[in-house]
């Protein structure tokens, strides 16, 4: 079964400053991956998404995320947070194979100070 | 797009006793998801169902966990007897393909404290 590592639990960062969220995943065939954000109240939601293709991928709001296979990473960027990103940030691993299940990371709280 | 709907919100209960959840998803959504959150931690899927059938349900801890989609719409997660570490947050799921890729959408989820 595959595992995802987030690297950090707690980021803190000032408005304008940029991001990058580390993942790695453990399961060594194909797989989809996926970063997830629960803004404060909110449920959670789908930030961006990786199947295939080009291994760079943009997201909602100025994220991007690329899929490094070599390296079975998958980190999440954006140039310049804003106070509105404060949120958790959840990498996930699905096996790309029939019905096996979607594997979260322990998620990675984001705190932008204005 | 109606969302999925859970309810309740946020229950307490004492430890021995007995809780159920309900949740709502998608209209036309064939697969239906029951994560756990433990605070601190992510989502740890408890039981996934393709329509009405079980199609994972290893991390389910049967003994006191249950979980049902009896037409293939609605499902009802119980446990009972609940214990000190079921308090978490319980997120029901949904998504439309036959052959889930992984893109699921999530309920605001039913917060459990066990006292």
């Known amino acids: 079964a595959q595992s995802v590592s987030q690297h950090n639990h707690h980021v803190i960062l000032s408005e304008a400053a940029s991001l990058e969220l580390g993942c790695n995943y453990s399961?060594?065939?194909?797989?989809?991956l996926f970063w997830y954000v629960q803004y404060p109240g909110q449920h959670l939601q789908l930030l961006l998404k990786y199947f295939s293709g080009d291994p760079l991928v943009k997201g909602i709001k100025g994220f991007e995320a690329e899929f490094i296979k070599s390296k079975f990473s998958f980190n999440l960027r954006k140039p310049s947070v804003q106070w509105s990103d404060t949120a958790e940030y959840f990498c996930?691993?699905?096996?790309?194979?029939?019905?096996?299940?979607?594997?979260f990371g322990k998620g990675t709280m984001l705190l932008v100070s204005p | 797009e109606a969302g999925v709907a859970q309810s309740p919100r946020y229950k307490i209960i004492e430890k021995r006793q007995s809780v159920a959840f309900w949740c709502n998803p998608i209209s036309g959504h064939a697969t239906l998801y029951w994560y756990q959150q433990i605070l601190g931690q992510g989502p740890k899927l408890l039981i996934q169902f393709q329509n009405n059938g079980v199609v994972d349900d290893s991390q389910l801890p049967k003994d006191r966990f249950s979980a049902e989609r009896l037409k293939g719409v609605d499902s009802t997660l119980k446990i009972q007897p609940a214990k000190l570490e079921d308090s978490a947050v319980y997120l029901c799921?949904?998504?439309?393909?036959?052959?889930?890729?992984?893109?699921?959408?999530f309920g605001e989820g039913s917060r459990l404290t066990v006292l």
């Open positions: 996930a691993v699905k096996e790309n194979s029939g019905y096996s299940t979607l594997t």
């Open positions: 399961y060594g065939g194909t797989v989809n």
């Open positions: 799921a949904s998504s439309p393909n036959r052959a889930p890729n992984g893109e699921l959408f």
